[in-house]
């Protein structure tokens, strides 16, 4: 199983996901980042899917339980480069990922996590 | 082609390269693609979580009318599902999801079969037809 890196920049967990997610992956993504929340103290977490071909109910509930996760740490998630034909499937699907913030791309996750880190 | 084994986790990410290649060979667009590979994820990950493993086909189909398009086999030999009218509903689960793989991944695609026998298993057949 592959991991995924989590970055600290300043107040912010950075997430880039570049490998084809499996279960497990995605599973231990979120022990590594409550672990490091609780360690680091960040007040937001991005996570960045640009590279992300799919997202299934799967990776989305994880996605979701992130989000809410974080809030447990008092930090705020962004999800950040979703592609335009993973909007459109995920939202055929049914997935609407609720409480999880979005934004276009890194950039803009970080400003918008500016008013609150 | 060979029959793709659905054993771990890494082969669900197998069965997901296997149809992003047929599905791109195919003709089909980006957004057809995707919706199909992410069907193809969620009937994959059925057949290892609640068929105890399983295996995939993935093939490329012609219609009468010459259009192009690809075929993806899932089977399990696991318990099979008792009542498929209530699988096939958005938000019924036996594992703890949301419940929208099965009834998700029939939204995905452009045909779709399910046969099940309690005690044999479960067959899905999809198609996503070009455009």
Known sequence: ?117 | MDDQPIKSGDDVVRVRQLVRTAAAAGGLSLVDQTKLVTAASELARNALVHGGGGAARVEAITAANGRRGIRVTFTDSGPGIPDLEMALTDGWTTGGGLGLGLSGARRLVDEFSLTSEPGAGTSVVVSKWSR
């Not at chain 1, 912010?12 to 490998?19: A, D």
């Not at chain 1, 007040?43 to 992300?52: E, H, K, L, P, Q």
């Open chain 1, 1 to 117: 199983m592959e991991r995924v890196p989590i970055i600290k920049i300043g107040q912010v967990l950075f997430v880039s996901i570049q490998i084809d997610l499996q279960d497990d992956s995605v599973l231990q993504l979120q022990e590594d980042l409550a672990d490091e929340l609780a360690v680091t103290k960040a007040r937001g977490v991005i996570i960045d899917i640009t590279a992300v071909e799919i997202v299934d109910s799967f990776i989305g509930r994880m996605l979701t339980m992130i989000g809410s996760m974080s809030r447990l740490f008092d930090a705020e998630t962004v999800l950040v480069g979703m592609r335009p034909a993973v909007a459109i499937t995920l939202t055929e699907l049914g997935l609407t990922l609720p409480g999880v913030r979005t934004a276009l791309n890194a950039e803009k996750g970080m400003r918008l996590l500016g008013g609150s880190v």
